[in-house]
């Protein structure tokens, strides 16, 4: 099973306060790094401000040599696709082609009026159309135009550059990055997930729901005539592990949360709970998990969950 550490600096952090955590997620051996998207905290003050998202990717890019870098998810309202797509390929290229692309149709109204972002009723054909234009303008062969014309975008002889480092794993001959679609819709977002996505990710699921889940999207591969076996499966869940109980607790009180709650729903206890729901989880079909890290200065417990968590996975 993949481990990625997963954060969420809105809250509150520097890139100084990234780069640590994601310095130490190369160095302790976890599969990956990533970031929310967001640019409002979501409580307490959010000092010292948000940082955005794929400017400190791009910085990371540079910063790190090992672990894969992305986003648990862009919002589709944020960019519009074209931006997006150059984007995201000069990271890709500045990180040697360790780049993915969570996107997703946003749902945190309160910071778009608070920069000035606009922020739709109905999203979810903005969020298609995006998917439709950044693969395809990655996947569009060099030499070649690329044109959209859409209900919300219109792209009229794009030369379609640059392109990413990597090739798309749904297409192998065409350049594109592995684009994660994650969500709790029954039908549409499945859909998107088999058309477009190397990975379907449950964001902080009920435990007793993800089979189900993903049994939905496998339906929608067969549906769309894919091999539901090269869609990985992924959740992410809080992460509260501690030698201890009174670890555990103080973990817990440090990011304002409950220990039994967090047992209950996320990654949490000791390292012999972590290493037993994270065999359930595996059991039921997920292949990757993101561990939401909430507190950025805490480097040991990433140390913990590496040094008595991961080797007992297999």
């Known amino acids: 099973m993949d481990l990625r550490i997963f954060t969420e600096p809105q809250q509150g952090a520097t890139y100084d306060d990234v780069l640590a955590v994601a310095r130490a997620t190369e160095d302790l051996g976890f599969d990956a790094f990533f970031r929310s998207d967001h640019y409002l905290t979501m ?19 540079r910063e790190t040599s090992r672990v894969r870098l992305g986003t648990l998810v862009s919002s589709a309202t944020f960019r519009y696709p074209g931006v997006l797509a150059i984007q995201v390929a000069q990271v890709d290229q500045m990180s040697g082609g360790r780049v993915e692309l969570g996107l997703g149709a946003g749902w945190f109204a309160e910071e778009h009026a608070a920069y000035g972002i606009p922020f739709p009723e109905k999203r979810f054909g903005i969020l298609t159309e995006q998917l439709e234009i950044v693969t395809g303008l990655w996947g569009t062969p060099v030499g070649e135009r690329f044109e959209h014309h859409g209900e919300h975008y219109t792209l009229t002889d794009s030369p379609a550059l640059p392109k990413p480092v ?36 449950q964001a902080f699921p009920e435990l007793d729901g993800i089979p189900g889940r993903i ?11 894919r091999d ?13 592990v501690g030698r201890d109980d009174a670890e555990v607790a103080r973990r817990a009180a440090a990011i304002g949360r409950e220990a039994q709650e967090l047992r209950e729903h ?21 292949q990757r998990v993101y561990l939401q890290v909430l507190d950025l200065h805490d480097l040991e417990h990433l140390q913990l969950v590496a040094e008595q968590v991961a080797p007992h996975l297999g």
Request: net charge negative.
């Open 43 to 61: 409580g307490g003050d959010g000092l010292p401000g948000p940082t955005d998202a794929w400017t400190t990717l791009a910085g990371l890019a």
């Open 266 to 286: 996320g990654i949490a206890g000791t390292p012999d709970e972590a290493v037993e729901r994270l065999r359930t989880l595996a059991q039921q079909g997920v």
């Open 228 to 240: 539901p076996d090269t869609l990985i499966q992924s959740v992410a869940l809080v992460l509260c």
């Open 215 to 225: 049994d939905q999207v496998r339906q929608a591969c067969v549906e769309e005539g």
């Open 166 to 201: 990597q090739h798309s794993p749904l297409h192998p001959d065409r350049a594109g990055v592995p684009v994660i679609v994650g969500g709790g819709g029954p039908r549409r977002t499945p859909r998107l997930a088999a058309r477009f996505a190397a990975e379907y990710n």
